[in-house]
């Protein structure tokens, strides 16, 4: 059985600093960048509440300080059921 791996990445008040929360089916990872003279400049915002989906690819490019917005990649792959 295959579990979908989904995490949730918070921002510090001054926007210099990220930590990241996964679930990688056997137990809880957390990461924590801070960047040293910059600040994160981009972050997702929503209307709906303060959750937005972002893709692998876009995290990615947020945690080197730049806009995921602007970021192309290749579909996510998905599952393909078996024939017959």
């Not at 995490?7 to 957390?30: C, E, M, P, S």
């Not at 910059?38 to 972050?43: A, L, Q, S, V």
Request: hydrophobic content about 40%; charged content about 20%.
């Amino acid at each position: 059985m295959r579990h979908a791996r989904a995490g949730h990445a918070f921002r510090n008040h001054r926007a210099t600093a990220v930590k990241i929360l996964v679930y990688d089916g056997q137990g809880f990872w957390l990461c924590h960048k801070r960047l040293s003279s910059n600040r994160f400049r981009w972050w997702p915002t929503s209307r709906t509440g303060a959750a937005k989906v972002v893709e692998a690819h876009q995290l990615q490019v947020l945690l080197s300080a730049g806009n995921p917005d602007g970021t192309q990649a290749a579909p996510a792959w998905r599952p393909v059921s078996p024939a017959g």
